[in-house]
């Protein structure tokens, strides 16, 4: 789906922002945390079975 | 220049703790999609792109040696001499995390042609990120995700480093540049 407009105001709406507010990190940091804790326990999970580690084996490309 | 622990992302640590190691060892830079997320932008990413400067075996078991002392295990194998030999001379990249851990992932890769050359001369730390390591220049990132890479993330994360230095980017750096990703990566002269 392609995104529309608005999308890119967004964009740019928040780039205003972080220009404009030295403390932007403390606002991003839960987000760009969660993202990484969120991903981690998928593969935790994926790890669990014999399948699923053969799912990350692809998922990196190994030789 | 490392600031209060609270305000590093899980992403920050990471890349600050690998390039410590790294940087004893080659030069490095840090580019795309981390150098838009180290200047605000909203996005998730599973891994951070690293370019090293092209070193000998020797050279590179021994960053390697040092990368897992620091904690730091590879994805492709747990053989340095495989690492280099099956990846990384033949222009393959590969991916260390933290052990025991699945993200975030540093993907490296050796200098491929000129253009990688030029962006590790020209590495910069970069103050507003308050990150201790070296990135490509914000001009070349910007060039590369314009002309090169091209996908709606890439040329958001574009638009977002030009909001961020609005009236301090150099565009004709940025207009050379792009015909040399050109003429360097597609033959156009």
Redesign the interface.
Known sequence: MERDKTHLEQVERWAIFVRENPNWKFKLKPFLDSQIIIARRAYEELNKTKEGREKIKLLRGRK | MRRGI??R???DKFVEDFCEVVEKHVKYIICSGFVA?A????R?T?DIDMIIEKISKEKFLKLHRDLDKAGFEC???SKPEEIYE??LING?SV?YTLKG????EMEIKFVKDELDLEQIKTRQKIPFT?LNIFFSSIESNIAFKEELLGA?KDL?DA??LR??Y?GKIDEEKINKLKKRIGAVRYGKR
Do not use: A, N, V, W
Not at chain 2, 39 to 42: A, I
């Open positions: 609270d305000e992302t899980i992403l997320i200047h605000g932008r909203s998730g599973e994805m492709q194998s099956i990846y393959d991916r851990e699945f993200l975030p308050k709606e958001e638009k977002h909001i961020i609005q």
